[in-house]
């Protein structure tokens, strides 16, 4: 059975930085596509940014430019660079990822920015 843990929430005053980090474990042949996404109360779950097995990236407007998403394929892991954080940027934050032709998603990891 696969398993994806997040792990580097936390709470980051505005302007500040976080990284969060998913670790993909259990039965492995294959990692595809890796993304990050992100809930806010009251929001529909969006996509923050995606990572392709070859390291071809894809952000969120409202991300792109602070936010960088990384993998490390020896790892199995997807991380999550976050600068200049902005109190809008609070949320649980989702590690995906298609493992073995299967989407899988991670529990989640709060990100609580203050003003």
């Known amino acids: 059975q696969v398993q994806l843990v997040e792990s580097g929430g936390g709470l980051v005053q505005a302007g500040g930085s976080l990284r969060v980090s998913c670790a993909a474990s259990g039965r492995i042949f294959s990692i595809d596509d890796m993304a990050w996404y992100r809930q806010a109360p009251g929001k529909q779950r969006e996509m923050v940014a995606t990572?392709?097995?070859?390291?071809?990236?894809n952000y969120a407007d409202s991300v792109g430019g602070r936010f960088t998403i990384s993998r490390d394929n020896a790892k199995n892991m997807v991380y999550l660079q976050m600068n200049s954080l902005k109190p809008e940027d609070t949320a649980v934050y989702y590690c995906y990822a298609v493992v073995n032709f299967i989407q899988y998603w991670g529990q989640g990891t709060q990100v609580t920015v203050s003003s």
């Open positions: 990572i392709t097995s070859g390291g071809s990236t």
